[in-house]
């Protein structure tokens, strides 16, 4: 049986504010004709497909930043992403804000979910390493509020069976983390679904701005490497309320190798034939974690959050 | 005070079974004069540096195996590279198997030290992820029997204060997994110090091969970016025995960036000079591991050894 998987990696230009969900919706459909066109079966859209990356600014007002939330999935604004994909007989995966009541209170995630062509939601994912900041920073040319207006990931990082293989999805900054890639690839993981905002510039470490393109496509080609999977990375990129964010979105195999690479800053479509079973010869050899794996050498991975330098 | 190490890799290149210890070291004190005449003030080696890669061979005769075991560090063999280290003002770093008795027995590592200008032993380290096989298996070209020559190392990843800094040693294989850098991130370490012996072909998956220097710099780099820390990884290179040992001995910055590399496959000296403060930008910000891990999410990574899919 053939596992072949023909993924579309939707980058998309920048959102601003006053662009509506509606708007949006239609870009994506549009990303998602193109691909089905090319033969896709899957589309992968950025984290927070559907806004402007809204933690770059401080807000206090609970319903100005509830607007950015979605409370429901499917909505009626986002209900035609469904519909185009069991159209175009599709599987998307995009993020977005979440609001939800759930153990008698409001929590809110930062959320990526992947739909079936039946519109059925076959994963969900609540981002874990959530980036930047909780209180207002003032000195920066931009905020990075993450840490303010969303809880950490209550679901691991599961990996279920859909496409004929093992799918996971992680968020933006899971993707410096190895050990994001790593509870999946104990899971048997063969294809990452990730979307991103990156800022070019990092207020804390403007040092850093020019490996911008570097440092992101550096973590997951090793991450889909060291666990012998397909990592697809897809930006929101271009000029967005001001703010500079980082294209390079890529599809990664499991050689670690791009395999296929957006050259734009706008909404822009790349693609890779991707079979699951070249998964195969990194998972049974060098990555044989049954054979290769020492966890009894690793727990200070767990036992320990920050790092403690030994005593002088 | 200044933290400016000036490292030099000993990139080295085949070493064959009739190569005496002597002869060995003498090229090793060789590399170190030219260290020194460059203003060095670590040399580092490759893994195994005393003798050829032995485990690829299939032997039984334990006295034939214990040919190429140390059981004192230093002996008479060794002793002129601490007295080298001594004479030139120059630390070293290197591997070779270590036969020891400990607990009642004989035991055997694959092991590195970290030796002082001063001929003390600042840091040591017995290989924990040991590649290969046990078992004899002649369809290979040649063995990778480290499975079968070496129990895995007892000690850990270890940092220590030295040099300056906080210093940690990995060995070959141990660079293809991103758990043993993270334990020494969590230690705070600034420069890793590794050695390897990686033949450019690999029998269980020959579909590798040509990748061979990609993954080696891809690994290293990234577990350099993800712990903010120094990675000097040194190769033995060249054919030794009739099997091809990949070279690209590197340097790599705490940014991820190559910032020295070897072009030859024989005994080659690469050169950078390390300033440890350049670590604390990305320890502070991307990677300030108190800010931002999430140690809860990953216990996986200690609670199973292999992968272990999802019920179908």
Same mark, same amino acid.
């Given at each position: 049986?053939?596992?072949?998987?023909? /993924?579309?990696?939707? !980058?998309?230009?920048?959102?601003?504010?006053?662009?509506?969900?509606?708007? /949006?919706?239609?870009?994506?459909?549009?990303?998602?004709?193109?691909?089905?066109?090319?033969?896709? %079966?899957?589309?992968?859209?950025?984290?927070?497909?559907?806004?402007?990356?809204? @933690?770059?600014?401080?807000?206090?007002?609970?319903?100005? &930043?509830?607007?950015?939330?979605?409370?429901?999935?499917?909505?009626?604004?986002?209900?035609?992403?469904?519909?185009?994909? =069991?159209?175009?007989?599709?599987?998307?995966?995009?993020?977005?804000?979440?609001?939800?009541?759930?153990?008698?209170?409001?929590?809110?995630?930062?959320? !990526?979910?992947?739909?079936?062509?039946?519109?059925?939601?076959?994963?969900?994912?609540?981002?874990?390493?959530?980036?930047?900041?909780?209180?207002?920073?003032?000195?920066?040319?931009?905020?990075?509020?993450?840490?303010?207006?969303?809880? /950490?990931?209550? #679901?691991?990082?599961?990996?279920?069976?859909?496409?004929?293989? #093992?799918?996971?999805?992680?968020?933006?900054?899971?993707?410096?983390?190895?050990?994001?890639?790593?509870?999946?690839? #104990? !899971?048997?993981?063969?294809?990452?679904? #990730?979307?991103?905002?990156?800022?070019?510039?990092?207020? @804390?470490?403007?040092?850093?701005?020019?490996? $911008?393109?570097?440092?992101?496509?550096?973590?997951?080609?090793?991450? =889909?490497? !060291?666990?012998?999977?397909? /990592?697809? $990375?897809?930006?929101?990129?271009?000029?967005?309320?001001?703010?500079?964010?980082?294209?390079?979105?890529? &599809?990664?195999?499991?050689?670690?190798?791009?395999?296929?690479?957006?050259?734009?800053?706008? %909404?822009?479509?790349?693609?890779?034939?991707?079979?699951? %079973?070249?998964?195969?010869?990194?998972?049974?050899?060098?990555?044989?974690?049954?054979?290769?794996?020492?966890?009894?050498?690793?727990?200070?991975?767990?036992?320990?959050? $920050?790092?403690?330098?030994?005593? =002088?």
């Amino acid at each position: 049986m053939s596992r072949i998987v023909t /993924v579309a990696g939707a !980058q998309m230009g920048p959102i601003q504010r006053s662009d509506s969900r509606s708007a /949006v919706v239609a870009r994506m459909i549009a990303l998602m004709a193109e691909a089905h066109r090319h033969g896709a %079966d899957l589309v992968v859209f950025p984290e927070l497909t559907l806004t402007t990356f809204f @933690p770059r600014w401080f807000m206090t007002d609970q319903a100005e &930043i509830d607007q950015f939330f979605e409370s429901a999935m499917p909505s009626a604004e986002t209900a035609p992403l469904f519909e185009a994909a =069991a159209c175009f007989g599709l599987a998307i995966s995009f993020g977005y804000a979440e609001r939800v009541e759930e153990a008698g209170r409001t929590r809110r995630f930062n959320t !990526q979910i992947l739909v079936g062509p039946d519109g059925r939601i076959l994963h969900k994912y609540r981002k874990i390493h959530l980036p930047g900041h909780a209180e207002h920073e003032p000195w920066r040319a931009f905020q990075h509020l993450e840490k303010r207006y969303f809880e /950490v990931g209550d #679901l691991g990082w599961p990996v279920v069976r859909a496409l004929g293989g #093992l799918v996971g999805q992680m968020i933006c900054n899971d993707r410096r983390w190895p050990e994001s890639y790593r509870v999946m690839g #104990l !899971q048997g993981v063969e294809m990452i679904l #990730l979307g991103y905002n990156t800022p070019r510039h990092n207020p @804390p470490a403007p040092d850093h701005d020019a490996l $911008g393109d570097f440092h992101n496509a550096l973590v997951m080609q090793a991450g =889909a490497y !060291q666990n012998g999977t397909f /990592v697809v $990375g897809v930006a929101k990129a271009g000029i967005e309320e001001g703010c500079e964010l980082i294209g390079g979105s890529v &599809i990664v195999a499991p050689t670690g190798e791009v395999i296929a690479r957006a050259s734009t800053l706008g %909404d822009e479509l790349i693609l890779a034939r991707c079979d699951l %079973d070249w998964t195969r010869s990194y998972k049974e050899t060098v990555f044989n974690f049954a054979r290769h794996r020492e966890p009894e050498q690793y727990r200070m991975i767990v036992e320990r959050k $920050g790092a403690v330098p030994p005593d =002088a």
